[in-house]
Every structure is written in structure tokens, then in C-alpha cells.
């Protein structure tokens, strides 16, 4: 079985302060994970994964995220925010077998950046 | 491209009435997925297809709910009869190798 948590429901910063939404999974092998961000009344849209090879993944936006393996977390981070960064964040986890991606999610982070 | 389409966007029906909820995925993607979003449970897989054969229902809540992919660009999600309780947004996803790409979503309300 795999399973994502993310344990801040809502985290607040202020516009061009570094942020930091956390994610930790549990996945027996080795996992591909990935961030989601869903504007208000949009569907999810892909910020970036990660595979295999470096630990620093960088996606859209400006966003990056650091796979650590001995903690079993996969940080979505950004140096500067911007008020248009707020919105709901998830990080999801799947083993792609060759049975598919199965993507599990976790109950995503509401990012809210404020002037 | 222009992404994964979904439609209707929103859909309000009465309980007991069949919801069709339609999929066109990327073309030339060969898996195609069906997730539900509700504020209780999140976002929760459905089902999903490969190459239009149905892999994995075991979302599938009940018997109530059924989906096909009669091919490659097209897939449907009917619940017959509706409740109240289906009340979701449901998205429709498809990909081709690691990255999964969603549709914007059909909005339904039970009422």
C-alpha cells in the first residue's frame, strides 16, 4: 500500500518570503512522486516529479521540490512567494508498475499568500 | 493540444436521474482515469483504463457507477440513479509514460 500525508492544512507567508509546503509518503519500493496545484474551481495541474536521478526537482512557476529518501519526504518549496502562488497544493505518490501510474493523493495544503 | 476535455462542466440533476459525465483524453496517451473530489474524502481513484481495457474498478463505490472507453478518444462515467451523496467534482485524467494530466473537472450536484 502507499500513502502521502501532509500534515499543514493551510500555511500562510507573506508575499516574497520563501515558502515551504511539507510531504511525506510510504510506499514500499521506489517511489515517483509529484506535486499538484488546484486553482479555485480548476482541475490539478502538474508542477513537477520526481523519477529518479537528482534529488532537486525543478518545476513551473518557480517551484522546486527536494526528494529526501532516509526521511521519506518530498518538500515543495520556492524561494520568493507571490500572492498568485495561493492556492491548493498536492503532493501525490504512485510505483509505476507496468500495470499503470497509479497516483495516490494526500489531502492537499492550502497555501495562502498575503501583501 | 488542448489538454483533456471534459463535459458538462456542471451538471445539476435530480436524485434518482442518470448522470453522463464524458472524457476526451490527449491524444496518444494510453492510460485514461476517472477520480472523484469531495471535501470528506478527497481525491479518490475510480477506475482506470489502458488502452481502452479497463485495468483497476476497485474505486468504483457501487454498482451504481459504471465507465467505458469504447476507444481511444472517448470515455464515459454514468451513475444510474443518482444521490445525493455522489454530489463531486469528477476529473478525468490520461497519461502517457509518469505525468498524469487532468480535465478541468464536471461539477455535479444531487439534488
Known amino acids: 500500500a502507499q500513502s502521502v500525508a501532509q500534515p499543514e492544512d493551510q500555511v500562510n507567508v507573506a508575499e516574497g518570503n520563501p515558502l515551504t509546503v511539507k510531504c511525506t509518503y510510504s510506499?514500499?519500493?521506489?517511489?515517483?512522486l509529484f506535486w499538484y496545484v488546484q486553482y479555485p474551481n480548476r482541475g490539478l495541474q502538474f508542477l513537477l516529479k520526481y523519477i529518479t536521478g537528482d534529488n532537486l526537482v525543478k518545476g513551473s512557476y518557480g517551484f522546486e521540490a527536494e526528494f529526501n529518501k532516509s526521511q521519506t519526504s518530498f518538500h515543495l518549496k520556492k524561494p520568493s512567494a507571490l500572492v498568485s502562488d495561493s492556492a491548493l497544493y498536492f503532493c501525490a505518490v504512485s510505483l509505476f508498475t507496468g500495470g499503470g501510474n497509479k497516483l495516490t493523493f494526500g489531502t492537499g495544503t492550502q497555501l495562502k499568500v498575503e501583501l | 493540444d488542448a489538454g483533456v476535455i471534459q463535459s458538462p462542466r456542471h451538471e445539476v440533476t435530480e436524485m434518482g436521474q442518470e448522470v453522463t459525465l464524458r472524457c476526451k483524453p490527449i491524444s496518444g496517451h494510453d492510460y485514461l482515469f476517472w477520480y472523484r473530489q469531495t471535501m470528506m474524502r478527497g481525491l479518490e481513484l475510480l477506475i482506470y483504463f489502458n488502452n481502452n481495457v479497463p485495468i483497476d474498478d476497485s474505486g468504483m463505490p457501487e454498482d451504481r457507477f459504471s465507465a467505458k472507453m469504447p476507444n481511444a478518444s472517448f470515455s464515459t462515467l454514468k451513475i444510474q440513479p443518482s444521490e445525493p451523496r455522489d454530489s463531486a467534482v469528477y476529473f478525468c485524467?490520461?497519461?502517457?509514460?509518469?505525468?498524469?494530466?487532468f480535465g478541468e473537472g464536471s461539477w455535479l450536484t444531487v439534488v
Open positions: 485524467a490520461s497519461s502517457f509514460g509518469h505525468t498524469i494530466y
Open positions: 510506499v514500499s519500493g521506489n517511489p515517483y
